[in-house]
């Protein structure tokens, strides 16, 4: 079997050069690159050419179950299943369901959202090749990364790209 | 094994056997293994709350007592069971004695165990009534700090023992022809224990017997000597009156044959129509601190018990002068010289009061209070006489005995003793030692003497006495008593005595050497009595109806023989400006047999609504006079003994008249009682038994915390208690209606639930509520409700399901006063329920607000959100506290025993609803017969103010009683739109148009 | 308000209108710098006095606890609660507690969505005491009721009684209400530390850091494709947590508006509540702030203008909270209902006037100060006016609850409350678990979003610097 291929690895010194790079690296048609920043730059997105995430659906869906599902079990509950006389109020009274029903979609949605992003950015994962970068600890402090995957076709003409851009300390990595 | 004549013939297997009653050896020993040391006596030191936590003696009591039915026949009221079925109540007839009556009383008994008292409705004299002590008595006998065994100089002895001391001591007496043996008794009304006492007097010539009572009724006895030459005692007939004038007297309340009174006084103030406002009745009180009976009046003038004598002297001289009333010439005389009227009202007073009487010659009544000189009585006699109301609102009956009970008999008792005349004494019942008239120094007397007292507690006498015996309670024991009227009972025993305790009839048996039990020896007194021919027969009917038919007196015409009054009219003292001193029975311990009943220490007093204890009444001026308030102590001086005590400000009181309620303070008493109270006796003397002058009155150093229920008096002009007078009524029919804050129709945002079965309501008479709180005892009695003490008490978190709002109106100084019954309205749109989270709190299908204990988790919030403050939250293990064996005997067991964290109210009696809803089921009926319930409070109510039913049912006492609710009907905060199940029919009072202004 | 008109209104420089103030002063105005800044505090060595102030703090949580069981063994007895006040000191601390816990999530949440760059320092530290608020609070429904061991009756769950919750009780949606908004503040919070745990990871020293905070950074590694999603996330939680901390004091505040006491029964509970709330969160958060960057030297983060600002809107939100206090009166007279107008006559003059007294003037003439620029801009002033508007908030709930219960409809059971020391021992108790609880985040957690700080600062903007290849990348979008 081949030898596991590795990951190449270097870092920019402000948003702007990275988003050159990205924008290069984008415009080469190369694909499989991220980048890795200390904060989110802003329209890093666009130069990298990511496609809109699909979280917003999964709250929608998630939420839409809270509404209704509170609201039916409410109805059933105090309607259906044990209907009581309270305070000579009708038994089934929708107008009281509302507060409930409320904290429930919100409940739902706010579970939606945050298993949601962990399941699109399929987090946690405790370890990832570009970690070894000697000084990846800077990827959360001050620099601003890119990273190109063993799988990218045009992986030699990428190193070349980031290289032209002056990018510092260029490593391969083991994965 | 004698046969039951009535219960069928599996009913003897429930009787036990005659060995256990009577006393064996080996019965005495199971008793004392019953109760171990410590769960029977108080550990010392112990706190009232220890007390309450103290769990009870050991089960076997429970065990045993369950099936302690005595061994005689008695009687089940209801028409003969073929058994005792358990869970099934059975009621049997018995009566109390109770005032210088005795109250017919139905006992509700389960499996074996009396659980609740109701009234008699066949009894003249509790006409299905209770009063606050009937109620209480089934807690007294559960008591377990009663005297459980024989003391010989505090050691414990059996009553074997006992008994053969008893014998020898008889035996000694009888061979010295009793010399230097005396009985001390209280004022008794038992044919047997009578004869008992004549043939003791038979076997011992040289015996004497006295009578004292606290409470004694010998003025009205003396009234009536000089005023007919004969001693009589007056029965009242107020329903037949229009106009009543009552002198320092609570008649409604305490005096007399009280419950009779107050419905005879319902009698005439209902009103079926509006027109019927023409024919109320009139009630004038002249009194010196507000009672029952001062509250309920339409005109009431608060002046000194000193000044009474002087107004009613005068009043009968303006009778004779202006009113052609005729008078004997002397008398005459000396009401001239001796009327006194202290100001201007105090006279228009007369004038008008005189008319309003002459113009009822025949329909009015005229009673004097109990603690008013003799005179007085006299006079107010001759004025029924003269005005012709003798045979119509009030009958004469010759006195039950000739013997005299006031202190004059405990002073030549003392001198007897002192002059060695008298050397061994036996007290039947009663507390001399703590009760006596102070310049009787009776204490000092007995402790020199060899003494037996025959008592249910250990009590201050029982504590210095040779020997202390154990009395059965009256629930425990045979006996009979005559009313007012002249009616017998026989007192019928419930429940074989707890403590092998023995009757006063017994032990007066023993001593006299006569053989047989108590139940033998009632038996033979009426089958020598009325009842010789046929008695068997009688003899169960009188058990089953609770009294014996013909009994009653026949009124004997008495004619005026005035004698002596003259001199006594002169011989009245008139009141001085200074401070006097009246002395009443205390609410919760009434002369201090009660003082160690928790439900009577809880209980708010009817007007100043302080519960655990007494106070100083004094009026608001002379509260700034004395520059004291709620609370603050006052040093109460009257020569012959000082006493320091808290005051309450009370509105209506006569100006420097302080008013001391007997009975607290006990010095020797169980654990409920303990440090409860002032002793107030050491102010009282044979000379100022019923008030006296002269006193000196200062703020003395301390205050006390007072435990009060109500704080707040003013209605803040709020449309919560709806009076008028029948005037405007008749002028206007909607004059209440028109009160209404809020007049066009309330509307409801969804449908209304509806209520096609039942529909259970209450209509509250305000107009027939006087307020005398006999309804909140019943109501604790019948729904297990804890007591609490008096620290939570001052926390306001008293637990009484039923409480009477009392409110005043006009001056500080001298108010009206109104009374208003307050418990869970049952609103059909109730707002305690929508705010439940667990729904523990919903509606029945039958409209009752259902609070369901074992689904609440105590959130507050239906507290918080019911307007009228009426349920109330378990803050600690109450009913954990207060229970002892002896308790849960007590309890009744068709209602839960609330534990910590719940919140309660009143359920509308649901228990009683539905047990007549089961027993309908079972005849086949598809709803409750017409009034076949009736809720505690209104089963216990003396003026019938209270009526419970189904408002469904056109027939229903409730739904007649609402004829009138268009005009007189009104729910409580009506605009709130909460539709309570209650309905006040507004208060009508009936003025005197010369008074008005007064 | 839109976006720009609210920049406008609180987020201007006072020496140049037309440009905005630096976020972040100094020689902190770098990348490593504001790392460096935060990861010191947790880096550090214990430092004395945050571990006197730790064992003060776990002193008074002990006293808590120690409250706690003896209420529970043995009953509500020991509150001076009444027949008729059933509620006092155990609600008025909840709905206090739940008040402050309102600030973080407005913070973090609606100055988000208006975009409030000032937001990013303080929005950690306030959204933390948002929680630890939250949970102080919930104590108190919890132990309020008088059989806690059946709490659990409150939720839907299948019982033997075959028996639901009461959905029309307010307090049923006040369960549900508090519980969401904990849970979801929990999860939102979290959600922003990842990133700034993942930056003391690759900081860390000592194997047990790098391992604790690994997990907590659940292996984040800034990835753009996650930063995409993440940003997303956030957006939607701000956008959740809007409304639901809106709903959460209204809500709470239905508790006493749809109830039938006079001072209860009140439509203009909800927006007072949720001003009140906000009210005393920013408050709080002032005076907690004032101390921590004295305490970490933070000046350069939390400069100035972030204090002046939570200033603003504290004047902003007390005047309407004074307002509403003379609306209830108004109202009161206006309806012409004589239980209304007592229950409001009986608020100012009657027994309880001291407490209404007492919040007045804490909660609305304290706050005038900030009228001033030289008073908002005061280090002392403005911990002075935060600790009184604290106070104040505490009485108001105290005013709403006791008043109007001690005295409603039927004078006969008008009765007087007073506070039992258990009473007091339990509120001073939460005192203790939320500080504890804030000095232990203090220590180990950052105090300030570092990601975010960041995020605001100019150099963080790819167009920041002028090169000549910036016309180049123009193009390059084009």
Redesign the interface.
Known sequence: MPEPKPTLVCYFDTPADLFHACEKLRDTGIKHFDAHTPFPVHGLEKAMGLKPTKLPWIVLACGTTGLFGATLMQWWMSGVDYPINISGKPAAAFQAFVPLSFEVTILLSAFGCFFGLWGLTKLPKFYDPVMKHPSWHRATDDKFFVSIEPAEPKFEEARKILESLGAHEMVEVEP | MRRLPILGSSGKQYWRSLGELQGSAEFEASLANEFPEGATEAPSGVSRRNFLSILGASAALATLAGCRRPEEKILPYAKAPEEVIPGNALYFATALPFAGTALGLLVESHEGRPTKIEGNPRHPDSLGATNLYAQATVLDLYDPDRSQHPLERGEKRTWAEASTFLASFGQGLRTSGGKGFAVLTGAHRSPTLAKQLAKLQEVLPQAKVYAYEPLSRQNVREGAKLAFGKLLEPVRDVAKARVIAAFDSDFLALEGSAIKHARGFAETRKLDQVQDAKNLSRLYVVESSMTVTGGAADHRLRMKSGEVAGFVFALAHELAQSHGITLDGDVLASLGAAKTTNGDKAAAWVKALAKDLAANKGQSLLLAGERQPASVHAVVNLLNLALGNVGATVKFVPAFDEASDGPESLLALTKAIDAKDVETLLVLGGNPVFDAPADAEFARAFGSLMTIHVGTHVNETAAVATWHLNQAHYLESWGDVVAEDGTASIIQPLIAPLYGGKSDIEVVAAVAGIQGSGYELVRATWKAGLLDVDFERKWRRALHDGFIDGTAHRDVLPEASTADLGAAIKATKAADDGFEVTFAPDVHAYDGRFANNGWLQELPDPIYKLTWGNAALISPATARELNVTDGEHVTVDVGSGRVSLPVIVAPGQADRSVALAIGQGRRQVGRVGKDIGVDVFPLRTSAGFGFVSGATVSKGPGTTNLPRT?????????Q?VRETTSEELLADAQVIRKMD?ISPPLL?L????EYKGHRWGMAVDLSTCIGCAVCVVACQAENNIPVVGPD?VL????MHWL?I???FEGTQDDPVSVS?P?TCQHC????C???????AT????EGLNDMVYN???????C???C???V???????FSKREITEQRKMQYNPDVTVRT????EKCSFCVQRINEAKIAAKREGLDRVPTDNVVSACAQACPTGAITFGDLNDPNSTVVKKLSLQNELGYRL?DF?N??PRITYLAKIRNLNPELESA | MSAASAQYAIDIDERDPSKRAPLVLGQDASFPAVTDRVAKIVEEKTPRTWLLFLALAVSLALVLAGSLAKLVWDGLGLWGLNNGVFWAWDITGFVFWIGIGHAGTLISAILFLLRQKWRTSINRAAEAMTIFAVLAALIYPTFHVGRVWLLYWVFPLPNQMSMWPNFKSPLLWDVFAVSTYATVSVLFWFVGLVPDFATLRDRAKTKTRAIVYGILSLGWRGSHRHWLTYEKAYLIFAGLSTPLVLSVHTIVSFDFATSIIPGWHTTIFPPYFVAGAVFSGFAMVVTLMVICRKAFGLENLLTIRHLENMNKIILATGSMVGYAYGMEFFIAWYSGNEYERFAFINRAFGPYAWAYWSMISCNVLAPQLFWFKKLRRSIPVMFAVGIFVNIGMWFERFVIIVTSLHRDYLPSSWSYFRPSIWDISLFVGTFGLFFTLFLLFVRFFPVIAIAEVKGVMPEADPHHHPEADHAATEAAHA
């Open positions: 109500q704080e707040h008096f003013q209605m803040e002009g709020r919560l804050p409801s969804w449908h209304d639930w939570q926390l306001s978190r008293e409480r709002d009392r409110y208003q307050m059909e749109n109730a707002p329920e929508q705010v439940c989270p667990v729904a919903t509606h029945g299908p689904r609440c988790i105590g959130t507050k919030y507290g918080n959100n307007p009228y403050k349920r109330r939250f378990n803050y600690f293990n910590r964290g719940v919140m905060l709130l909460v539709r």
